[in-house]
């Protein structure tokens, strides 16, 4: 069963969503040559703490391994679940995508972008490109009526028209009150297939999009995936709620007021 939010998770939603937002807008404006991908895990943790919210991927499990990071950071052939590190270095050229998943009073937003380190290549800038219209394209048929084969079409569609391959062995998922709920919405599939779409779903459209082939291995970390062939990837992703008036991004930077609790020791400390 696909769960159906009510106005209060909705509420609540809309603020996980906007502290992903927040978070992952704010790690896109640090990205530069000469950093390494642990200097932007420490920005990210740094920056869901102050919004009193909690990252749902540190500790996260798997099997028996636990993600050991606040962020995911993948650079270049890494399509995602690239673990921060201070050894990895972005280099001019690169493409890092930044994937935020918070948890906020019992909700979860999750949503993702892939940005250019300096000056990348044509070929590059395509895969960005292409790979931000599909996901477009993938909420413009997000509507009540439609089934969730008809997103997983429309990505594949895109994709597949620019030369670009979807990767198969990751795809987009419900997310609310866990991280992953039903359905699973893959980037590739047939029109009109899947389950119907109704008004009150949250679902995370994230089509991740490979330069080369689509086939993906995970590294010995156990975490990292990563293109088969080495080519470059690029992933965008946004947590979208179905509603009759349409589909609605949720993950979009605002404002988000800590709640009270979170802002009580910062006060109590101020008094003294
Ligand atoms: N957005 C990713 C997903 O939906 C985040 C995974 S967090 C991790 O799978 F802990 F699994 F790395
Ligand atoms: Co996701």
Redesign the pocket.
């Known amino acids: 069963m696909i769960p159906i939010k009510n106005d209060r998770h909705i509420i609540r939603m809309r603020e996980s969503c906007a502290i992903a937002a927040n978070v992952l807008q704010e790690l896109k404006t640090l990205v530069r040559p000469g950093m390494s991908t642990q200097d932007l895990e420490e920005s990210g943790r740094a920056s869901i703490a102050r919004q009193g919210a909690r990252s ?2 540190y500790g ?1 499990q ?1 099997g028996s391994r636990r ?1 050991p990071a606040h962020t ?1 950071i993948s650079v270049n052939e890494e399509v ?2 690239g673990i921060p590190s201070f050894r990895r270095i972005l280099r001019d050229g690169d493409l890092v995508s930044l ?1 935020i ?1 918070v948890e906020y009073e019992g909700f979860i937003g ?1 949503n ?1 972008a892939t940005v250019a380190v300096g000056t990348i290549a044509s070929a590059a800038q395509k895969l960005l490109r292409v790979t931000e219209e599909a996901l477009r394209i993938g909420i413009v048929e997000a509507v009540v009526g439609n089934r969730i084969g008809d997103i997983s079409h429309a990505i594949q569609r895109h994709v597949e028209s620019h030369g670009f391959s979807v990767v198969r062995d ?1 795809v987009g ?1 419900g997310v609310g009150l866990s ?2 709920e039903e359905p699973q919405i893959p980037n590739f599939g047939r029109k009109n297939s899947g389950e119907k779409i109704k008004a009150g779903m949250t679902l ?1 459209i ?1 089509p991740m999009v490979n330069l080369g082939a689509y086939k993906t291995k995970t590294l010995s970390d156990g ?1 990292t995936i990563v293109t088969a062939d080495g080519s470059p990837s690029a992933h965008f ?1 946004h947590t979208v709620l179905t509603s009759d008036k349409g589909p609605e991004i949720l993950t979009i930077p605002r404002p988000v007021l800590a709640p009270v609790h979170a802002l009580l020791p910062v006060a109590a400390s101020a008094a003294h």
Do not use: F, G, L, P
Request: glycine fraction near 0%; charge should be negative; hydrophobic fraction near 45%.
């Open positions: 749902a991927c996260y798997i993600y995911c995602v679940h994937d998943v999750d993702a990751m998922h991280m992953h995370a994230e975490w992703e």
